[in-house]
């Protein structure tokens, strides 16, 4: 079972529907949330539909492009949706995946990432690595290796029913992690197993504007003044590297301005206990990127 979020997507959406529809192992149903859509994303959709029949869509009210909570909301309704109509057609599943209308995967994207969580039963997330098409090469990324990423992840089911779902809240992705993580579940991206972002994270309403939510968010889920400035360390390390500033912008607004966080107790005593394990986590998966871009050159 697989949901995707769609809004104003005509450019990007024909592309990846076709790394969808060509996958060797299909999903039993894909539905597709059409976020008010203004442009021709609602007639390819509709098309899809027509052409396969474990395509389904709903269609949301316009409303402005958001990263917080109006992205997991929109999200949201896809996966009740989808819970729902499974429910009513009898249609059986194992894992629930989420999959950005901005990203292409490889032919063979879900039977890889299914291979790995056959051979170890508590694996409860996975994802590939996020590449960019740079003039005919592909980049990984910059990120946590050992997170998986928010689009093109799979829960297996039991996991995701255990974490409570995909919650209506900032960083959804991260809250599912850590409540993965406290429940005894392993989470893993594996790099090799490849997913081609058409545009970077963050950068539907620009990458400043981007950042500066993501630093509000780190605010929103509690995590420490400690933890936030070592992420402003990490998004500095890297290209465009002014989204360090605007990460740490977002984060200190947030917190003059004594923002209201997240109620949910655990995700805030995570965050309480984080800080350097988490920050040499995310500067080892740079240089390991750095390090297999370099080998790729030299081949």
Known sequence: MLITPARNEEQNLPEVSRSVTGQKVKPELWVIVDDGSTD??????????????????????????????????????????????????????????????????????????????EKDESLGIASGGVYYDIGGKLSREMTDKNLPRGTGRLW?????????????????????????????????????VIQIQKRETCSANGLWDGYIKKGGMAYYLGKNLLLAFLNVIYY??????????????????SAIKREKKISDPEIRAYYRKQGISELYSRISGTFDRKSEDAHKREQ
């Open 40 to 117: 021709e994303t609602s007639r390819i959709v509709e098309n899809l539909k027509t052409s396969y029949f474990w395509i389904q869509s709903i269609r949301l009210p316009p409303r402005p492009r958001d990263i917080t909570f109006h992205y997991s909301y929109v999200c949201k309704q896809g996966f009740d949706h989808a819970l729902d109509y499974c429910r009513k057609n009898k249609i059986e599943f194992e894992y629930i995946g989420i999959l950005d209308a901005d990203t292409v995967l490889e032919e063979n994207y879900f039977g890889k990432l299914l291979e790995e969580f």
């Open 156 to 192: 297996k089911k039991e996991c995701f029913v255990e974490t409570d779902g995909y919650q209506v809240e900032p960083s959804p992705d991260s809250i599912s992690n850590i409540k993965a993580l406290l429940r005894g579940w392993k989470i893993m991206q594996y790099a090799d």
């Open 236 to 253: 500095s390390l890297k290209p465009p590297f002014y989204t360090g500033a605007a990460y740490f912008y977002g984060y200190l607004g």
